[in-house]
C-alpha cells in the first residue's frame, strides 16, 4: 500500500524558513519521481516543485524558484522541500506527491502559516 505521509508544517513569520519532509512507504520510491504541490484557502491546488527520481532533474514554479529547493533521500525513501524566505501567499496546505504504477498518490498534507 502506498503511503506519503507530510511533516513539518507549521507557522512561521515572513521571510523566515521551513523544512518539509514527505516519508514515503510501500513502493518502490526511488524509481518514481515526487512532487509538491500547495493549496491556499478558496484557491485551487498548485504544482510547487517537481523533483526525477534520481534527483538530477528538478523543476520549480515561478513564484518560489530561487526560495524553494526541492530534493530526496532515496536511500531513506524521503522527499524535502526547504522553504526560505516565506512570504504570506505562502500559507496553504502543502502535499507531497507521487505517479506510481500508473496512479495518483497523495499525502494527507500539511499546514504551513506564514504570519506575523
Known amino acids: 500500500q502506498v503511503q506519503l505521509v507530510e511533516s513539518g508544517g507549521g507557522l512561521v513569520q515572513p521571510g523566515g524558513s521551513l523544512r518539509l519532509s514527505c516519508a514515503a512507504s510501500g513502493y518502490a520510491c526511488s524509481s518514481y519521481g515526487m512532487s509538491w504541490y500547495r493549496q491556499g484557502r478558496g484557491k485551487e491546488r498548485e504544482l510547487v516543485a517537481s523533483i526525477s527520481a534520481t534527483g538530477l532533474s528538478r523543476n520549480y514554479a515561478d513564484s518560489v524558484k530561487g526560495r524553494f529547493t526541492i530534493s530526496r533521500d532515496n536511500v531513506r525513501n524521503m522527499g524535502y522541500l526547504q522553504m526560505n524566505s516565506l512570504k504570506p501567499e505562502g500559507t496553504a496546505v502543502y502535499y507531497c506527491?507521487?505517479?506510481?504504477?500508473?496512479?495518483?498518490?497523495w499525502g494527507q498534507g500539511t499546514q504551513v502559516t506564514v504570519s506575523s
Open positions: 506527491a507521487t505517479v506510481a504504477r500508473g496512479r495518483d498518490y
